[in-house]
């Protein structure tokens, strides 16, 4: 069972006080639930699987997957691949290669024919590498970037607290009229109408990101004094339904600046995986 100084190791489920652990790295968990959404893969117009029985699985340390009933996928196509590989959580793997009008789409499928004793049976279940597929489908509603988590939630909440944004010295930002964004284990994030930014210090940017949870992201750069900050503000044109309070607002990045106000208190600044970005 996973110890109670551990549990800030993976997702802060109470399920994982449940789950054996790996002796030879406490905290470590891999488990799975099942994935009650319709899921689909399409590569071109062939749809390679299509299942209402999937599974959600989690591992420290790792992005959600998806894993199909083998029943639920179309191996007509698929052949098995030279490559192995091993992994010391789930045991080795197997791969499936794609063989398509135009040739193959190498190890697009992978399996674990005989798990470890550690992890959970899935020996029945395969997973798709997410670039090398063209579509995936949640029900009817396509999906992008990764598997959504069930258990992150974003909360999109407006707020009169007033907001400042210092960069360099400079007051970038201003407003009473902001959207706070809460994300399951992520730092608060400021979403402001640009009539309260100094848009005489944004650039146009070309960087183009998109999130499972909000949408296509386009970006600006920020100069002042002839110094440049990349890609530090972001915004959603046409974001998904569940954030749709954030369109056309603008965020900066928490990671970048010199500080936040938040009524008047200074926000301490995160330490995310975006921070190694600037000093």
Same mark, same amino acid.
């Given at each position: 069972?996973?110890?109670?100084?551990?549990?800030?190791?993976?997702?802060?489920?109470?399920?994982?006080?449940?789950?054996?652990?790996?002796?030879?790295?406490?905290?470590?968990?891999?488990?799975?639930?099942?994935?009650?959404?319709?899921?689909?893969?399409?590569?071109?117009?062939?749809?390679?699987?299509?299942?209402?029985?999937?599974?959600?699985?989690?591992?420290?340390?790792?992005?959600?997957?998806?894993?199909?009933?083998?029943?639920?996928?179309?191996?007509?196509?698929?052949?098995?691949?030279?490559?192995?590989?091993?992994?010391?959580?789930?045991?080795?793997?197997?791969?499936?290669?794609?063989?398509?009008?135009?040739?193959?789409?190498?190890?697009?499928?992978?399996?674990?024919?005989?798990?470890?004793?550690?992890?959970?049976?899935?020996?029945?279940?395969?997973?798709?590498?997410?670039? *090398? %597929?063209?579509?995936?489908? @949640?029900?009817? $509603?396509? +999906?992008? #970037?990764?598997?959504?988590?069930?258990? &992150?939630?974003?909360?999109?909440?407006?707020?009169?607290?007033?907001?400042?944004?210092?960069?360099?010295?400079?007051?970038?930002?201003?407003?009473?009229?902001?959207?706070?964004?809460?994300?399951?284990?992520?730092?608060?994030?400021?979403?402001?109408?640009?009539?309260?930014?100094?848009?005489?210090?944004?650039?146009?940017?070309?960087?183009?990101?998109?999130?499972?949870?909000?949408?296509?992201?386009?970006?600006?750069?920020?100069?002042?004094?002839?110094?440049?900050?990349?890609?530090?503000?972001?915004?959603?044109?046409?974001?998904?339904?569940?954030?749709?309070?954030?369109?056309? *607002? %603008?965020?900066?990045?928490? @990671?970048?600046? $010199?500080? +936040?106000? #938040?009524?008047?208190?200074?926000?301490? &600044?995160?330490?995310?995986?975006?921070?190694?970005?600037?000093?």
């Amino acid at each position: 069972m996973r110890k109670s100084h551990l549990r800030g190791r993976g997702p802060n489920y109470p399920i994982l006080d449940e789950i054996v652990q790996y002796d030879f790295e406490p905290g470590y968990v891999v488990f799975t639930m099942p994935a009650p959404k319709r899921l689909r893969v399409k590569v071109g117009n062939d749809l390679l699987a299509d299942t209402a029985d999937g599974l959600v699985l989690y591992e420290s340390d790792h992005l959600p997957v998806y894993y199909f009933p083998m029943e639920d996928v179309s191996m007509k196509n698929l052949q098995l691949s030279s490559k192995t590989t091993f992994c010391p959580y789930k045991g080795e793997t197997e791969y499936y290669s794609l063989k398509t009008g135009s040739g193959f789409v190498e190890n697009i499928m992978w399996h674990y024919p005989e798990p470890i004793t550690e992890c959970p049976d899935i020996s029945n279940y395969v997973g798709f590498e997410w670039g *090398l %597929v063209d579509h995936w489908y @949640e029900e009817d $509603d396509e +999906i992008f #970037v990764h598997a959504r988590d069930p258990y &992150r939630r974003v909360d999109c909440l407006q707020s009169s607290r007033r907001v400042e944004v210092v960069l360099k010295g400079e007051i970038v930002a201003d407003t009473k009229r902001g959207v706070f964004l809460f994300e399951t284990g992520l730092p608060t994030r400021y979403y402001l109408p640009l009539e309260d930014v100094r848009t005489q210090f944004l650039k146009e940017s070309d960087t183009v990101t998109q999130c499972p949870y909000k949408g296509m992201a386009n970006y600006y750069h920020v100069e002042i004094d002839g110094q440049r900050f990349d890609d530090i503000v972001w915004y959603y044109v046409d974001p998904v339904h569940e954030s749709a309070k954030i369109k056309e *607002l %603008v965020c900066f990045a928490n @990671e970048f600046v $010199d500080r +936040i106000m #938040v009524a008047g208190v200074p926000q301490a &600044r995160p330490k995310t995986s975006f921070s190694h970005g600037y000093n």
